[in-house]
């Protein structure tokens, strides 16, 4: 079993800063990418950011410029700063991790609960 937990999530008002973590606990073998998505009120989930496990990065066009995401290997965990927060950056923000059981099985995504993040013009 693999859990992810978030933290960090909140109230902000424009051009503050945010910042979100994401732990992943339980039977881990390896982790390969790591990430996050978000979802607005009638949207769909998007993806916001990744990191892969050689530290390759990819984001939004939305975000660039604004969030950095890092992860610590050694604490099995990935987070999302972001600054010169917008009203359009509010939504519920899901980190996710691709999850190795074991040596001999396939990666499976694993989701986190979803954070709230709400930020005030």
């Known amino acids: 079993q693999v859990q992810l937990v978030e933290s960090g999530g909140g109230l902000a008002h424009t051009g503050e800063s945010l910042r979100l973590s994401c732990a992943a606990s339980?039977?881990?073998?390896?982790?390969?990418?790591m990430g996050w998505y978000r979802q607005a009120p009638g949207n769909q989930r998007e993806l916001v950011a990744f990191v892969t496990s050689s530290d390759r990065t990819n984001y939004a066009d939305s975000v660039k410029g604004r969030f950095t995401i890092s992860r610590d290997n050694a604490k099995k965990s990935v987070y999302l700063q972001m600054n010169s927060l917008k009203p359009e950056d509010t939504a519920i923000y899901y980190c996710y991790a691709d999850v190795q059981v074991y040596a001999v099985t396939a990666f499976g995504r694993y989701w986190g609960q979803g954070t709230q993040v709400t930020v005030s013009s």
């Open positions: 339980g039977s881990i073998f390896s982790i390969n990418a």
